[in-house]
């Protein structure tokens, strides 16, 4: 599988998620800098890591959506090349179009940064072929920024599609987000985006091991 990390200015899991990467595909992937005119030819997974992007100095990814480098994978994830965004990079999907939404602040107006529980409410696609439909998983979470948010016909269209992905265990919700939604695909099931951390358990010396299926899905599907 040749996946690529894109590197925005201030993004601090990009190391953390290119680790997760190399263990479950026997090969690092390629470090992409925002300000990259284009991404490496013949990617099969292009991934937006967690952080704070420019600081998020105005709206979480709203300025890292307007990198040079976003072009490409927006041409990229027209084409169907398969697209990963962890925390600020689900906000920056959310900022490009890339999926519907928007992530506001947390509900209590506070930083949250502790293990949350979740559910995988799908186990037919390419990122979470390796759980159970059903399966309670334990995934970090580590932002000011994660309360999903969409209109009325939105929600019940990503819900009457199936494109929630994971969804908080009932009173798990660390950022009130809308249904307990914590991500979410695309139509086509090739863009995933999602708030916690998989890759903070993704090695037995992190604790636990429940963020490496997304991996060992996407290296499955896509090698």
Same mark, same amino acid.
């Not at 595909?25 to 284009?38: E, F």
């Not at 863009?191 to 951390?197: F, T, V, Y």
């Given at each position: 599988m040749k996946a690529a990390v894109v590197?925005?200015?201030?993004?601090?899991?990009?190391?953390?998620?290119? @680790?997760a990467l190399t263990q479950a595909?026997?090969?690092?992937?390629?470090? +992409?800098? /925002?300000? #990259?005119?284009?991404l490496p030819d013949d990617l099969d997974l292009i991934v937006l890591p967690g952080g704070f992007s420019y600081g998020d100095y105005l709206r979480c990814g709203a300025m890292a959506a307007h990198s040079p480098i976003m072009r490409d994978v927006i041409a990229r994830a027209k084409e169907g090349t398969p697209i990963l965004g962890i925390c600020n990079?689900?906000?920056?999907?959310?900022?490009?179009?890339?999926?519907?939404?928007?992530?506001?602040?947390n509900a209590h107006l506070?930083?949250?940064?502790?293990?949350?529980?979740?559910?995988?409410?799908?186990?037919?696609?390419?990122? @979470?072929?390796?759980?159970?439909?059903?399966?309670?998983?334990?995934?970090? +979470?580590? /932002?000011? #920024?994660?309360?999903?948010?969409?209109?009325?016909?939105?929600?019940?269209?990503?819900?009457?599609?199936?494109?929630?992905?994971?969804r908080y265990v009932e009173g798990e919700n660390p950022n009130g987000a809308a249904r307990n939604i914590a991500g979410i695909y695309n139509e086509k099931r090739?863009?995933?985006?999602?708030?916690?951390?998989?890759?903070?358990?993704?090695?037995?010396?992190l604790g636990c091991t429940d963020g490496k299926a997304i991996f060992d899905s996407l290296v499955s599907a896509l090698s």
């Open positions: 590197v925005f200015p201030a993004s601090n899991c990009d190391r953390d998620v290119a @680790t595909n026997g090969s690092p992937p390629k470090m +992409v800098w /925002h300000q #990259d005119a284009s990079g689900f906000q920056v999907l959310c900022e490009t179009g890339l999926l519907p939404g928007v992530l506001m602040r506070k930083f949250v940064s502790r293990d949350v529980h979740m559910t995988v409410e799908g186990a037919n696609t390419m990122f @979470t072929a390796r759980y159970k439909p059903g399966q309670r998983i334990n995934i970090p +979470v580590a /932002h000011g #920024d994660g309360n999903y948010f969409a209109d009325k016909g939105t929600l019940d269209r990503l819900e009457g599609e199936g494109q929630v992905a994971f090739t863009i995933l985006g999602l708030m916690p951390h998989p890759e903070r358990h993704a090695d037995p010396l």
